[in-house]
């Protein structure tokens, strides 16, 4: 079955780290994004990326960076100078031309 | 700027009993509308969509929305609730940017619907 695939799905992390997420999609979509979700205040994109080897920023793009070296591989790194990391992280991905995105099931990142 | 407002951050409702979840939004220029649905500890499920024609869409589950233009509305509505109705619930609007190609999404808030038996 085609879908997106976010690991882990629980993520603890040392203040001062970074750490990484995981994004894999085998729907041969060529849009993926990275959306935050904090309680009370909807998704808020990350970063976003149309083809392989581009990306841009989203409304909320201090403190993570992000890689797309394959089409099926959006990678999110969450470093140290994001101020609060704790969240709920979503990936999306959708067909170029396509307004429907489909979404991976979440990380939850802790920071202890 | 596009925007989203869903007014109701909880609806609670009885099981068996009807439930209106309201979005509207704002935009200038024409828009594609969204319900998604989160369960605990998961991802966005879509339930349905507006991407032109009849303005009464139906989606999966029961549930149904209607597009009003003039009211730039996009409530979901669903007649009979059950206990598995239970999640939250997030509107979205995006359109085509025509630079880059891509479909950039707004979410509303969400609003969390708890069904009681």
């Known amino acids: 079955d085609g879908g997106i695939t976010q690991s882990p799905k629980y993520l603890f992390r040392k203040e001062g780290q970074n750490v990484t997420l995981s994004c894999e999609q085998n729907?041969?979509?060529?849009?993926m994004y990275w959306y935050r979700q904090d309680p009370g205040q909807g998704l808020r994109l990350i970063y976003y990326s149309q083809i392989v080897n581009d990306f841009q920023k989203g409304d909320i793009a201090e403190g993570y960076s992000v890689s797309r070296e394959k089409k099926e591989s959006f990678p999110l790194t969450v470093t140290s100078a994001q101020k609060n990391p704790t969240a709920f992280y979503l990936c999306a991905s959708s067909r170029q031309g396509v307004a429907e995105a489909f979404f991976g099931q979440g990380t939850r990142l802790t920071v202890v | 700027a596009q925007s989203v407002t869903q007014l109701d951050s909880q609806v609670p409702v009885f099981e068996e009993a009807p439930v209106e979840l309201r979005c509207n939004y704002s935009?200038?220029?024409?828009?594609?509308l969204f319900w998604y649905v989160q369960y605990p500890n998961q991802g966005l499920q879509l339930l349905l969509k507006y991407l032109s024609g009849s303005t009464l869409v139906k989606g999966i589950n029961g549930f149904e929305a209607e597009f009003n233009k003039s009211q730039t509305s996009f409530h979901l509505r669903k007649p009979s609730v059950h206990i598995s109705d239970t999640a939250e619930y997030f509107c979205a609007v995006t359109r085509i940017d025509f630079t880059s190609g891509t479909y950039k999404y707004i979410f509303g808030t969400g609003t969390r619907l708890k069904v009681l038996a």
């Open positions: 729907l041969n979509h060529d849009a």
């Open positions: 935009s200038s220029v024409s828009v594609y």
